[in-house]
């Protein structure tokens, strides 16, 4: 009778953990929020001297789509620039520059002044082409410098990238984009000493990025019209890494795993994949499989989930907005996420974004628009009143939109509302045909730390693989979110099952293990202090050939960059460097002075 009688005690106190709630410790983080800006905070980098001179064409067929995206990730390296139009009737000086991109497609358009372009490199200069050009008379007259030793008259058709280098962390011998991506490339054949990085994925292995020395100078090329948008700023930051012996930038250096919907309510039921893995219904799954299982990959990897709570799914757009009674299992699992390090955030009463009926025309979405802004702000009311009687010691700071769809007036209004907001959680890359609240990685005017999460679901489409490895690249950032019901829809792979699902998100994680080394894990909260410190610092760097030295603007108490570098760090002043890949480094800040003395 002893056996049995230990089980049945067993399952008496599971119950009354469950019924109960699980007792937590809300964790202290080592960073804090940083005061919100005043008025005349200046990032920015007027009055110092350019480095790089960008040429772009206000009237080129391709037009200005990718020489936005080249704009957006100087920006975010901190590069210092000035912008030269081809399509005026004056001519560039390139003198007083040490790079300069050429961000357009018709070389034509400066055909009385490419020989002095190709000139300048070779007496020292750095040119990236960030766009293949079209063939032309001036393309013909100066290929040969570039690296290239033939070239065809007519454009191919190619598909995909091959990663020949680790170009972006983690990418060698990596294909991607064969199924999204397109390339127009006229075929060229280069020179022995030119250094390949990015190949076509398809049987023609069309060289797609390279580098090469002329004279004293330095050409980097991108020999494809498809890296246009800002799912590909981390190739167009890393081909302009390329063109000095040593590049630095600043980074966020956070990566951050949101889910979705939790704690909220449990689907009742059964579904027929999981019965047929588990023969258990839904609550079962959800709690003693798909739970522990994630709690596993946070012990496993040191994850720190951001749980965004939904008080009910009901579709009610007028208040009274009822209470939600049953609230043990919202007890139970946030709880649970809480004592593990994490924290949770408010993702709405019910999931219907703010906003009126007429925001969804002609898109993809076709929520019911709610009665009035009272109404909003209403249903706002009690999702606040609902956490915190749940969850008393949890500061409800971030707020996630249902379906990552946020209007304007209600983004005006919401932090007004909220009494503890300071992070807005929503998405990179608008999805097409959907009225998307996109974000990039800033500190808003009001204060809010825009906080975009970049990819979702326990299997990442090549496409999302992409984005990933371009955001890590460029910012040092993983910001990812999933779904308990992921495995119920078959759009994000419910018919594969969880243990495939499961088995790929344990892939992704082991990946950026290994390709990341030294990013942070971290919850919403603490990636948005991250972000405030990377959106204020400024850079300023000086190289005598053997001593690189760094002095930041606007630094509080840790920041991080990444440096690029054809030479091999000996020692740092003043901060801590980790190898990331051969030739990049993440470099940890302690002081707002740092040099870096190379190896001979």
Known sequence: MIFPLGVFVFLALVLFVERSGVSYEVQDTSLQFL????????????????????????????????????????????????????????QFDLNNYQTAIVSFIDLDKIEKQIIYLTNWVEDGGQVLFSIRPDPSPSYTAIYRKMGIRSIADSFVVARGAEFVTDLLPGTKGTKLGEDFMVHEIVPVQLEKDAHVHLLSADEYSLPLLWEYDYGTGHFVVINTDVFTDKSSRGIIGSAYSLLKDVCIYPVINSSMYFIDDFPGPIPNGEYDVITQQFGRDIEGYYVNIWWPDMQSFARKYGLKYT?????????????????????????????????????????????????????????????????????????????????????????????VPPSNVLCKDAREWLPRQLPDLRVIASEYLSGENTPGYEQEFT??????????????????????????????????????????????????????????????????????????????????????????????????????????????????????????????????????????????????????????????
């Open 35 to 90: 005061e919100p800006r005043e008025a005349s905070f200046d990032a920015e980098t007027t009055g110092k001297s350019a480095e790089c001179l960008v040429l772009y064409d206000s009237g080129g067929i391709d037009g200005l789509g990718h020489y936005e995206t080249v704009i957006d990730t100087l920006n975010s390296m901190r590069v210092k620039y000035d912008l030269f139009d081809v399509a005026s009737s004056g």
């Open 307 to 399: 749980g965004m709570m939904i008080e009910t799914y009901n579709d009610q757009v007028k208040p009274p907005f009822d209470p939600e009674g049953e609230i043990d299992k919202y007890q139970y699992f946030g709880g649970l996420l809480l004592e593990n390090g994490g924290e949770i955030g408010l993702h709405g009463y019910n999931h219907l974004p703010f906003c009126f009926e007429d925001i969804y025309e002609g898109t993809d979405l076709s929520y019911p628009g709610w009665s009035s802004t009272d109404a909003m702000q209403a249903s706002v009311d009690e999702l606040y009143r609902f956490g915190n009687l749940l969850f008393p010691e949890q500061s409800f700071t971030t707020y």
């Open 443 to 600: 500190e808003a005017s009001d204060g809010i730390v825009e906080l975009p999460r970049i990819v979702s679901g326990f299997e990442l489409t090549e496409y999302m693989q992409w984005v990933a490895v371009n955001e890590i690249a460029l910012h040092y950032v993983n910001s990812y979110f999933v779904h308990p019901d992921d495995v119920l829809d078959k759009e994000r792979g419910a018919e594969k099952g969880w243990l495939y699902l499961r088995d790929r998100f344990d892939e992704y994680l082991m990946w950026l293990h290994i390709s990341a080394p030294g990013m942070r894990n971290m919850t919403a909260s603490e990636g948005a202090m991250a972000v405030q410190r990377f959106d204020r610092l400024e850079v300023d760097a000086e190289f005598d050939g053997m001593i690189y030295s760094i002095s930041l603007d606007n630094f509080y108490d840790q920041a991080w960059l990444m440096m690029r570098s054809s030479l091999e760090p000996e020692t740092i002043d003043g901060g801590n460097i980790t190898e990331v890949a051969s030739d990049l480094y993440l470099i940890e800040t302690v002081e707002a002075d740092i040099q870096i003395q190379f190896k001979e």
